[in-house]
C-alpha cells in the first residue's frame, strides 16, 4: 500500500541518510534504554489502514518504518515502529516510537476501558524477542504486509481509542454497553467512515445473472462498475432482524432476489450472515441504519443475536456469525465462498468499513479476498457516492482519550501525538495522499473547509463531503448542509 509517489519517497530517503528500520531488536533496546516512546491506541478495527497509513505517510521517517501483526492476517493486534520525521511535543524529530493499534473488540475497546481510571489489565501486543520475521520487507513498504508477526501480549493502560460512532452510542445495550458515563472522554469526530455490504463472489455472480449484467453462461464476475449489482436495502434489514430465514419451506431468502433459472436450489440456499460482534462500531453503525436501533424507540427493531460458534453452510435457515474483528469478516465472506455444490455454491453478505478493499495491491501484488461490494438500493458505496448525496451509510468516526482531570489522562507529549493525528487524519489534503486501495472508505468532514462547498478546488471537493449528520449524534439524519 504505497502512499506517496516514488519521487516524494526517495526524496525522502536521501533527505534522512542512514536511518534503518526500528525492529525488535532495536526496540528491545531502545526500551532498555529508555529512549523509546510507547503509545498505545484501541477500537475501530474498521479504520484501522487508515490509521497505518497516516503514521507511514505523516510521522514516520521511511527507512525507520516497521509492521508487526499478531498473525499473517492481523486481525487482532497491529504495532507500527519508526522513527518521527517531525517534532512531536518536546519529542525531537529521530525519536523512536511504537504506536500499538489493538482491534480485538472493536470500537467498545476505544472507548469503556478509557472510562473511570482506566482498565490496566487490557491487553496490547508486546513486541520483544520472541517476534518472528514474517514475508514483509524490514523497513516495511506496505502497511498490509507485516514485516514480524509478534503473538505475545502485555495489558496496560490504553492512552487513547478509536470508534466508529460516537462513544455514548456504545453504550446503548444493543451495542453491548452498560451505560457507562463517558463525559470524562475527550472526544471529537474526525472523518466520516462510510460503510457497505460485502458478498462473496459466489453471490457476486449469481446476483449478475439475476439483473441482467453478465450472460447467463458467465462463469467469473464483471468487475466492472456498470455491472456492479445492487440489493434492496428492505431485503439486508430483513435478514439481520429475522424476517429473510431462507428456507425451502418459507421462501422468504435468496429466491428473492435470484430466480430458478439462475440457481435451481435457490429455496434452499441458506443466508450466512457475517456480522461482528456487539461493542464493534461496524455493528453499532448497522444496527443504526437497518434497525433503527437504539435511534426508534419504540419503532426499532432487533438484530438478530450470532454466534462465535456458528456453521456455515450451502443450505439451510438463515445463520449469523459473529466475530470480533473486521478482518474475521473477511475470513468468514471468504470461507462462505469456499463453499461449493453443483448448483452455484454459498452465499454470504457482511457490512465491512468501505476502506477494505478485497482486491488491494499489496506491494504492487493483487490480493484476493473472495467477496465484492454491492450497491445498496441502487446506490453505490463509495466516497463519491457519499458526496454526492446518493449514498447514506456512513458515520462520523471519533477518537478520544481520558480528559487532563483523570488519574489515566496522557502524558503531555502523547498527548501531543493524540491532538496532532485526531487533527490531521481526517482533512482532505491527508486523505488524498492515500492509498487508493482505502480512499473509497474515507471522506473529510464538512466542517473541515470554510465557506460554500461548491467554491472548492476540484480535488478537495472530491474529498470533502458535504452532507452528514449531527456531530456526535449517530441517529440523526444525514443531509447535505453544505
Known sequence: ???????????????????????????????????????RLTGASALRLLIGAYIQSDLAQ???????FDSAAGSNYRAYSFKTKVAIGTWPVGTPVVIY??????????????????????????????????????????????????????????HGGFSDVEPPLLQEVVNGGSGLDTSGLDAAGFVQNIFAVAVNKKLYLALQKAQGLVAPSATVIDESAAAQPSIPKTFIAGALTGQMLGSSSNKKGWNLLIPASVDSN???????????????????????????????????????AGSTSATLAVTGSLTTLQNSSTGAVETCLGNVEALADSSGGGYAFGVLGRENNPQALVNGVPSEKGYRYVKLSGATPSRAGLISGEYDFAVEASMQWPKSDAANAPAADVLALMTKMRAELGKASILQGLDPDLQNGLAALPSTVVGAWSDLDATTKSYTSHTNRASANSCSFVRMTK
Open 1 to 39: 500500500m504505497k502512499l506517496r509517489s516514488s519521487l516524494i519517497a526517495l526524496a525522502c530517503l536521501a533527505s534522512f541518510g542512514a536511518a534503518h528500520a526500528l525492529t525488535p531488536t532495536e526496540i528491545v533496546t531502545a526500551r532498555g534504554d529508555g529512549s523509546l516512546k510507547e503509545v
Open 101 to 158: 493499534k489493538r482491534d480485538l473488540g472493536g470500537s467498545t475497546q476505544g472507548v469503556a476501558p478509557l472510562l473511570n481510571g482506566g482498565d490496566a489489565t487490557q491487553t496490547h501486543m508486546l513486541i520483544d524477542a520472541s517476534c518472528t520475521t514474517s514475508s514483509g520487507p524490514s523497513p516495511a513498504t506496505d502497511v498490509q504486509k507485516p514485516g514480524f508477526l509478534c503473538a505475545g501480549t502485555t495489558t496496560g493502560l490504553a
Open 266 to 304: 435457490i429455496n434452499n440456499k441458506r443466508i450466512n450472515v457475517c456480522r461482528r460482534t456487539p461493542g464493534s462500531g461496524t455493528q453499532a453503525a448497522s444496527n443504526l441504519y437497518f434497525a433503527n436501533n437504539p435511534c426508534g424507540g419504540a419503532n426499532q427493531y432487533t438484530p438478530t
Open 62 to 68: 521511511p527507512t525507520t518504518f516497521d509492521v508487526f
